[in-house]
């Protein structure tokens, strides 16, 4: 079946799935007129945001029940009457109109729909923005786990003259997903979290598997010496 073809007063013709209808009263009759999704969100926009005070009435009319105390918002999919704290913020501050449980079981249920679809659409955002993503994810680990950042990592580097802080040699191992160099290692101790320095894979797991013990390593060292070819 031949897709019906409307034509977009800004760009151009569109087919049936790309467009939507919209009918204006006009004093000789109606007028229909046609826009794509795109029209139909810029023009949503400007309206939504040329009428605060409208769509500040609506919303309290529609969700918000006033109550003595407090104010009550009612969950547009539970309809259950629940207190503002367990809704989250939505646009132009406002709250959103489904409880925070609502909201999770529906994102949910989507993402486990459509997990081949983002998985894809992650894969080709990650290939396209790699080195963005890169640094971004690096950034972040470094304040979530070592509470240091980015500039604080590039200090020691060139402290380091961009080597391993043992065997001074620069890093070797490649990420098991992606044809790169990984970026040498934060090594801190697991005791007071202080940042020591920065390793190479390799060695950065060697103190892990020696346990961090100064004894075991002047013990392997006795030992490498005594049987030394």
């Keep these: 079946m031949n897709a019906i073809v409307k034509t977009c007063r800004k760009h151009g013709e569109l087919t049936t799935d790309k467009c939507r209808m919209r009918i204006r009263q ?52 539970c309809k259950e009457n629940k207190c503002l704290r367990y809704f989250y913020k939505s646009q132009h501050n406002f709250k959103s109109p489904r409880c925070k449980i609502c909201m999770r079981i529906s994102i949910s249920s989507y993402y486990f729909k459509n997990k081949e679809k983002y998985k894809e659409i992650n894969r080709a955002y990650n290939e396209k923005f790699r080195d963005q993503v890169r640094i971004r994810n690096h950034k972040s680990k470094l304040k979530n786990v070592y ?30 997903k992606f044809d790169y160099l990984k970026l040498l290692s934060v090594d801190h101790c697991h005791k007071t979290r202080k940042v020591r320095g920065l390793l190479c894979d390799k060695c950065n797991k060697a103190l892990g598997i020696f346990e961090d013990s100064v004894e075991i390593l002047e013990s392997a060292i006795k030992y490498l010496k005594k049987y030394m070819c």
Aim: with cysteine; glycine share 2%.
């Design 147 to 176: 509470n240091m950042t980015l500039e604080q990592y590039s200090e020691i580097l060139i402290a380091q003259n961009n080597v391993c802080g043992i065997c001074k040699k620069p890093e070797t191992m490649k990420h098991k």
């Design 26 to 77: 006009r004093v000789k009759g109606d007028v229909i007129h046609y826009e794509c999704q795109q029209c139909a969100r810029d023009s949503k926009k400007i309206w939504v945001k040329n009428n605060p005070e409208k769509i500040l009435e609506q919303y309290k009319n529609r969700y918000i029940i006033r109550d003595a105390s407090q104010e009550i918002l009612k969950c547009s999919t």
